[in-house]
């Protein structure tokens, strides 16, 4: 942090330590236990604060639950970000290999954190977590769009090209993550772009990258 910067208020410290610790006890109880069986009382506990105290920052669990998923969507969307130069366009020649980026980090960032997403999208919380993971990844795909893609000549909505590649991503994450991740994270990324990606470059009017460009891309992230 730069030594330019303000300090945070020590009451603003105080609420952001609290809550990343409610958060924290929530991620590991739903580990333990599944998000069912997880009560407000659990969570307190875990965080060695009282009930009160958890009623100050969130209504109830789902609120909580909601808030730590944002949370790691921000992050992961944060490190895609940083993978492209700021606020640059991309080329249409480049499309495919920058693509591909987030794509590899969705899969790689799930491998590293599969008992987490498993236990996040099983019963009662499995229909929040893909209701919530999939209107953040529809709203940052849309932002990703409109900030690198800015020359491009799209022969469909944005929002609908960002709530279709969101959904995709989705279920196929889901179904590798449930059936015991069968193939490595980078080879499913490759199946992917193979599978979904064809028609989205289509409907944003650039022209598809070569067969082998997201093998290269894989090799030159590694």
């Given amino acids: 942090m730069s030594e330019n910067l303000p300090a945070l208020p020590r009451q603003d410290r105080r609420i952001s330590r609290t809550r990343r610790q409610l ?13 069912d069986a997880v009560t407000v009382e659990d969570i307190a506990a875990r965080a060695d604060v009282g009930r009160t105290t958890f009623y100050l920052h969130y209504r109830d669990k789902e609120h909580l639950f909601l808030e730590s998923i944002t949370q790691i969507a921000d992050e ?3 490190q895609m970000y940083a993978l492209f130069p700021q606020g640059q366009a991309v080329q249409e020649d480049q499309v495919g290999d920058h693509a591909m980026r987030p794509i590899l980090l969705v899969f ?8 987490l997403y498993r236990a996040m ?26 900030l690198f893609l800015k020359e491009a000549q799209t022969h469909l909505p944005l929002e609908v090209i960002a709530s279709y590649f969101a959904a995709s991503l989705l279920g196929t994450l889901t179904w590798w993550l449930e059936a015991g991740m ?18 989205v470059w289509e409907a944003l009017g650039v022209t598809p990258p070569s067969s082998s460009a997201g093998q290269e891309e894989i090799q030159r992230l590694r």
Wanted: glycine fraction near 8%; hydrophobic fraction near 45%; charge should be neutral.
């Fill in 23 to 35: 958060r924290e006890a929530l991620m590991a109880l739903i580990l333990e236990k599944g998000y």
């Fill in 108 to 115: 790689r960032h799930a491998a590293e954190n599969a008992d």
């Fill in 182 to 199: 069968p193939y490595p994270p980078d080879e499913m990324a490759h199946m992917f772009r193979r599978l979904a990606m064809r028609g």
């Fill in 76 to 78: 992961l969307a944060e």
């Fill in 121 to 146: 999208m099983r019963g009662e919380g499995g229909l929040i977590a893909i209701t919530r993971l999939r209107e953040l990844s529809a709203s940052y795909a849309l932002e990703f769009m409109r």
